[in-house]
């Protein structure tokens, strides 16, 4: 059992609680627009190729620094499920946290075998109306409103993640039925508002792909405190 791997990153602040390890999983079937990973996307141009022992070995090198635990990203890590389960078993033998970002693209029997051992979800619900979504990322978001009611059925402990990019997710109406959706969920901790930013657009430029939010400046404070109030309204801790 081996997993394709883009990178890790030892000093994680941003990724769940506590400074964690991040391991970011290469392959993803989105395509969002303001993606800043797009050299994750193929899962053949992995630059690790690693079993699951040998990707805690490097978590294991550096735990006295990283007190938090594991968080697994990409890319889309329920790509790579089975590999996943593997690592976070490892993981809850040796008292690891766990925490997965994703897309909640996928769910099977192995991905809810995964989520048995996960302390913690990351799930981004990037936008709330439909067609917008597909827009936004290239799939449905369909299977993401389901992935939120199987965390919700079986109280799995959920951080939801909210891109702000002007134009695309700004919107007053969009904002509020977004907040009104997950606001009926007892399961959601909190929900991190992510300002989009233009670092990635060096990556989208060395792969020779097309940029479409090259223009898109990243959202003011007054726009970003504007959804935070929505969202607030609803009773979600921001």
């Not at 089975?82 to 693209?105: P, Q």
């Not at 990019?165 to 039925?177: I, N």
């Amino acid at each position: 059992m081996k997993g394709y791997i883009h990178s890790y990153e030892t000093f994680g602040t941003k990724d769940g609680p506590g400074i964690r390890f991040v391991v970011f999983m290469q392959g993803c079937p989105l395509r969002c627009l303001y993606c800043h990973n797009p050299d994750t996307w193929k899962k053949e141009e992995a630059k690790f190729i690693k079993t699951p022992e040998e990707v805690f070995q490097e978590f294991d090198k550096v735990k006295n620094f990283v007190r938090g635990g594991i968080t697994v990203s990409g890319g889309e890590p329920l790509l790579q499920a089975e590999f996943v389960l593997e690592l976070f078993k490892i993981c809850k033998e040796n008292g690891v946290h766990t925490a997965i970002d994703t897309s909640g693209v996928y769910l099977n029997d192995k991905v809810k075998e995964l989520l048995s051992y996960t302390d913690l979800v990351l799930l981004d619900i990037k936008q709330i109306d439909a067609d917008k979504y597909k827009e936004l990322t290239r799939v449905s978001l369909e299977p993401t409103l389901k992935f939120m009611d199987y965390l919700s059925s079986v109280n799995k402990a959920v951080w939801l993640r909210y891109v702000l990019v002007p134009d695309y997710t700004d919107d007053e109406k969009d904002l509020t039925e977004w907040a009104k959706y997950v606001s009926r969920f007892n399961n959601v901790e909190r929900v991190d508002i992510l300002p989009f930013h233009q670092m990635a657009i060096h990556k989208w430029e060395k792969l020779d792909k097309d940029y479409k939010l090259k223009d898109i400046l990243p959202p003011t404070q007054e726009q970003i405190e504007k959804a935070s109030a929505i969202f607030k309204s609803f009773g979600l801790k921001v």
